[in-house]
């Protein structure tokens, strides 16, 4: 079992960059894939970006991979996602996610969801 909380977000103008964090419970993070997902308003959920549990491998949305940069620590059982170069079409409630999965950009295959945290980047 794992409990994510992410934390993080906030308000940041355009350009900006904001780094947040996804914290699990327990000692069995690090034998999760992790991923992060958004959700605009007015939009479905999207992926964002993953990571595989040994973080050697990296998968990213195309539109947005240059500019954000998903990492983890699993010694402090703790991954982050690195938001560089902000827009406003970044803005959304940001998710992360946990699981054991083959396919990282489907979120119904991750186990387990944390609560979100919204980043809104204004124009």
């Known amino acids: 079992q794992v409990q994510l909380i992410e934390s993080g977000g906030g308000l940041v103008p355009a350009g900006g960059s904001l780094r947040l964090s996804c914290a699990a419970s327990?000692?069995?993070?690090?034998?999760?894939?992790m991923g992060w997902f958004r959700q605009a308003p007015g939009k479905e959920r999207e992926f964002v970006a993953g990571?595989?549990?040994?973080?050697?491998?990296?998968y990213y949305a195309d539109s947005l991979k240059g500019r954000f940069t998903i990492s983890r620590d699993n010694a402090k059982n703790t991954g982050y996602l690195q938001m560089n170069s902000l827009k406003s079409e970044d803005t959304a409630v940001y998710y992360c996610?946990?699981?054991?999965?083959?396919?990282?950009?489907?979120?119904?295959?991750?186990?387990?969801w944390g609560q979100g945290t919204r980043v809104t980047v204004s124009s």
């Open positions: 990571i595989s549990w040994s973080g050697d491998s990296t």
């Open positions: 996610a946990a699981g054991r999965v083959l396919v990282y950009s489907v979120g119904s295959r991750y186990e387990y």
């Open positions: 327990g000692r069995t993070f690090s034998r999760y894939a």
